[in-house]
């Protein structure tokens, strides 16, 4: 099995995954935050979305889809444009409101979408390439792939466990 072909389906892991921790909530339940500074499941995908959609367009040259597509006017966030929600205070954090899930769902599966056609199209040689120098050692594009793979599986993982929690309160 060739190195696209494992992230192409490690990366449609991510995409299921964030489906499943959203489908079928609320509004309310999207905002809901299980302490006073928690990180909401709204902000969780928003951010992990932002995040591989940010990442994987400086490493392959390409425009970030919440720029081009017209994310960010959808989701109107009292934010600069370019923010993926690094560092934020928790004020920030509960400036990420969403429609609905549908919202997080669509825009996430846009940036997938642009993901995969962009590994599908590398080449072996091309994850030695370096996209980051500010690091030591410097970050490769195969390393880079890897890191937002982790990522958006810890946030997805944290979002679907805010789910329970709110599930089990409502039970």
């Given at each position: 099995?060739?190195?696209?072909?494992?992230?192409?389906?490690?990366?449609?892991?991510?995409?299921?995954?964030?489906?499943?921790?959203?489908?079928?909530?609320?509004?309310?339940?999207?905002?809901?935050?299980?302490?006073?500074?928690?990180?909401?499941?709204?902000w969780?995908?928003?951010?992990?979305?932002?995040?591989?959609?940010?990442?994987?367009?400086?490493?392959?040259?390409?425009?970030?889809?919440?720029?081009?597509?017209?994310w960010?006017?959808?989701f109107?966030?009292?934010?600069?444009?370019?923010?993926?929600?690094?560092g934020?205070?928790?004020?920030?954090?509960?400036?990420?409101?969403?429609?609905?899930?549908?919202?997080?769902?669509?825009?996430?599966?846009?940036?997938?979408?642009?993901?995969?056609?962009?590994?599908?199209?590398?080449?072996?040689?091309d994850?030695?390439?370096?996209v980051?120098?500010?690091?030591?050692?410097?970050?490769?594009?195969?390393?880079?792939?890897?890191?937002?793979?982790?990522?958006?599986?810890?946030?997805?993982?944290?979002?679907?466990?805010?789910?329970?929690?709110?599930?089990?309160?409502?039970?």
């Amino acid at each position: 099995m060739h190195a696209n072909d494992i992230l192409i389906d490690a990366y449609g892991r991510i995409q299921e995954e964030v489906h499943a921790a959203v489908d079928g909530l609320t509004p309310d339940q999207l905002h809901a935050r299980v302490g006073a500074d928690a990180n909401s499941i709204a902000w969780l995908i928003w951010h992990l979305t932002r995040v591989q959609d940010d990442h994987v367009a400086d490493a392959g040259g390409l425009d970030q889809v919440w720029l081009t597509q017209g994310w960010e006017k959808r989701f109107g966030l009292d934010l600069p444009p370019r923010d993926i929600g690094y560092g934020h205070t928790s004020a920030q954090v509960g400036k990420v409101r969403v429609e609905s899930a549908g919202q997080l769902t669509g825009y996430y599966d846009a940036v997938h979408e642009q993901t995969l056609e962009y590994l599908r199209r590398l080449a072996p040689e091309d994850y030695e390439r370096i996209v980051d120098e500010r690091w030591d050692p410097p970050v490769s594009l195969g390393v880079r792939l890897v890191s937002v793979l982790s990522d958006d599986l810890e946030h997805v993982g944290q979002a679907q466990y805010v789910r329970g929690l709110l599930q089990s309160a409502e039970a």
